[in-house]
Nanobody
Framework: QVQLQESGPGLVKPSQTLSLTCTVV??????????WTWIRQPPGKGLEWMGL???????AYSPSLKSRTSISRDTSKGQFSLQLTSVTPEDTAVYYC????????????????WGQGTQVTVSS
C-alpha cells in the first residue's frame, strides 16, 4: 500500500516559483516500477496532468507546462518534488501527488494512489 502526502506553501505571489513536496510511505522509488506524478485541478475545471518521474529517475512533462515545470526526487528521504516557475493566478489549483505502475494511468489522471491534495493560491 502506497501512501502519499503533499506539503508546501498555500500562497504564492505572481511571478514566483511554486514548490511542493510529496512524501511517500510504503513505496520505493528505485525498486518498484511506479511512475510518480503531479496532477492539479483549478477551481471549476477538470484534472490536469503536469508531469512524472519514473522509478529510474526519468522525467516527462505535459507539453503545455514543460517550459515551467521541473520534477525531482530525493530517494534518501522518500520524497519527490514539483517546481513551477513564473506562476500566475491561473496556476491557482488543488495540487495532488499520485502514483501508479501504469504510465498511461498517470498521464490520463487515473492513477491508483493519491495524496489528499493541497490548495495553492497565486495572489499578491
Amino acid at each position: 500500500q502506497v501512501q502519499l502526502q503533499e506539503s508546501g506553501p498555500g500562497l504564492v505571489k505572481p511571478s514566483q516559483t511554486l514548490s511542493l513536496t510529496c512524501t511517500v510511505v510504503g513505496g520505493s522509488f528505485t525498486t518498484v516500477s511506479y511512475a510518480w506524478t503531479w496532477i492539479r485541478q483549478p477551481p471549476g475545471k477538470g484534472l490536469e496532468w503536469m508531469g512524472l518521474i519514473g522509478y529510474d529517475g526519468s522525467t516527462a512533462y505535459s507539453p503545455s507546462l514543460k517550459s515551467r515545470t521541473s520534477i525531482s526526487r530525493d530517494t534518501s528521504k522518500g520524497q519527490f518534488s514539483l517546481q513551477l516557475t513564473s506562476v500566475t493566478p491561473e496556476d491557482t489549483a488543488v495540487y495532488y501527488c499520485a502514483a501508479d505502475r501504469s504510465i498511461t494511468a498517470v498521464r490520463t489522471t487515473t492513477p491508483r494512489y493519491w495524496g489528499q491534495g493541497t490548495q495553492v493560491t497565486v495572489s499578491s
